[in-house]
């Protein structure tokens, strides 16, 4: 019977940090989803600021370009020469060009924003560590019952 008392004792032990590891397990694991809500909350909203940006910047670059060939298309029909033939349609096309290049630019840099935003695929978030600590905890009691 006093041999069964050291026993009994130890396997309490045993079944109380199980039970403590598996609490630990079950609040880090709410508090991992509080976090993960909170980082896919400020993703959106630095993803619809980024494009809300987008946007602006090409309403501004469409207006520019706009008045550039219109101010270009303006002052060659004011010396005389045909704003939609030769030389001058290639200046309009040229300005067209250019600002398509920046757009693809501006594309991409948003692309990249958006994608440098992400929380990556590896981060743990700490789920499976108090299981194995747990795990430990019960292999280190186990021994010490059989030494």
Do not use: C, H, K
């Amino acid at each position: 019977m006093a041999q069964i008392a050291p026993i009994a004792t130890t396997l309490l032990g045993a079944g109380a940090s199980l039970y403590a590891t598996t609490r630990q397990a079950q609040v880090q694991s709410a508090q991992s989803r509080q976090q993960a809500a909170a980082a896919q909350a400020q993703t959106e909203a630095r993803n619809q600021q980024a494009a809300a940006q987008q946007a602006a910047e090409q309403r501004a670059r469409d207006a520019r370009l706009a008045g550039t060939v219109a101010a270009t298309r303006a002052r060659l029909a004011a010396g005389g020469v045909q704003p939609d033939e030769g030389s001058a349609a290639a200046l309009t096309a040229g300005f067209q060009r250019d600002a398509a290049a920046a757009q693809a630019d501006s594309d991409a840099l948003f692309a990249a924003r958006l994608s440098a935003g992400r929380r990556s695929l590896l981060n743990d978030d700490g789920s499976l560590t108090p299981w194995l600590r747990a795990g430990a905890t019960f292999g280190n009691t186990l021994r010490n019952l059989l030494d």
